[in-house]
């Protein structure tokens, strides 16, 4: 017979909790390594992730025939002729948010 298939793994950025839920846990994984995953701190936030959060919703709406890919390359292509300054405004806001995250004890500074 065929081999059996696997759920996909789900993205680096939904915690641990939602993964084993959604895909059926991590039965299949030694103990330490699952251990390892659910400690692992989330990844400090960046200026185009702010940038991304703030316009990808109107960006969707003013394109609603394009698919996810394509409003990605738009926005990249936007955050890509962005001048300094304006891209200052979501640096500054990268940088409390992660400041934020670590106060709070739930966040990397990379």
């Not at 659910?38 to 609603?64: G, L, M, W, Y």
């Not at 304006?86 to 806001?93: D, P, Q, V």
């Amino acid at each position: 017979g065929a081999a059996p298939t696997r759920a996909p793994r789900p993205p680096q950025h939904l915690p641990a909790a939602s993964a084993d839920v959604r895909h059926g846990g991590d039965a299949d994984k030694p103990p330490g390594i699952v251990a390892v995953a659910a400690e692992r701190a989330p990844r400090a936030i960046n200026a185009f992730i702010v940038f991304s959060a703030r316009h990808r919703n109107r960006i969707a709406q003013q394109h609603p025939t394009l698919n996810s890919a394509d409003i990605s390359r738009i926005m990249g292509e936007v955050w890509r002729n962005m001048p300094p300054e304006e891209r200052e405004m979501y640096e500054s806001a990268a940088r409390a948010e992660n400041i934020k995250r670590l106060a709070s004890g739930g966040g990397s500074a990379r």
